[in-house]
């Protein structure tokens, strides 16, 4: 069973261009949600997504919007690109709503804008 | 001040050291995450709890809802244990985590 998996593991944009970050969920999973992790910080929530719908968004711009199709995959989109968008981009899969319920993260998406 | 405070930020320690990294929080809570980062990017969920005490094999975590605080210890460390531990706090009223800033952990052989 393939657990989360994320595609591009690593990119490089220039500033103000649009980026497409994309995330499969474990099987069985419908809950994605996408974080943003700064060089020496821990993870920023983003947003979450459930059943094709944003359940909840973080403290990001508009620039910051998402995707999620029926089969649970899901798609961060950033743009007008800034420096400062430059992160590990992570995104996790979970069964819905549930503090009982463990959370599975992918590798990532490193993205280095210049 | 952060929702979650990791300590310390840094830790070294020989082989065979018994190590512990705390967290606290200042959020109402459902459940906590321990998490271990490697030089990668990729995150494994290590325990959630939301009470008492979880094992497994060299790794111990426990928390205190009363003081909002938790612990990660590990026992007979070893190098492969060299990693960023994080612990993120559920929010179950709105089901997102917040994340402490880690502690990066080497362990010398």
């Known amino acids: 069973d393939a657990g989360v998996t994320q595609s591009p593991t690593h990119l490089i944009k220039t500033r103000g261009q649009q980026v497409t970050l994309r995330c499969s969920p474990k099987s069985g999973h419908d809950t994605v949600s996408w974080y943003q992790q700064a060089l020496g910080q821990g993870p920023q929530f983003i947003f979450q997504y459930y059943e094709e719908e944003e359940r909840q968004r973080g403290n990001f711009p508009d620039r910051f919007s998402g995707h999620q199709f029926p089969n649970y995959s899901s798609e961060l989109n950033v743009n007008a690109l800034l420096l400062g968008d430059s992160a590990l981009y992570l995104c996790?899969?979970?069964?819905?709503?549930?503090?009982?319920?463990?959370?599975?993260f992918g590798e990532g998406s490193w993205l280095t804008v210049v | 001040k952060n929702e979650v405070e990791q300590s310390p930020q840094n830790l070294t320690a020989q082989e065979g050291e018994f190590i512990t990294i705390n967290c606290s929080y200042s959020?109402?809570?459902?459940?906590l995450h321990w998490l271990q980062q490697h030089p990668g990017g990729g995150i494994v969920s290590l325990f959630m709890?939301?009470?008492g005490k979880k094992k497994h094999g060299r790794l111990i975590a426990t928390i205190n809802i009363q003081e909002k605080h938790s612990s990660l210890h590990i026992t007979a460390s070893h190098p492969r244990d060299s990693a960023v531990y994080i612990c993120a706090a559920f929010r179950g009223s709105q089901g997102n985590l917040i994340f402490g800033k880690g502690t990066k952990l080497s362990v010398k052989p």
């Open positions: 959020v109402g809570i459902s459940a």
């Open positions: 709890l939301s009470s």
């Open positions: 996790a899969s979970s069964l819905p709503a549930g503090a009982g319920n463990t959370i599975y």
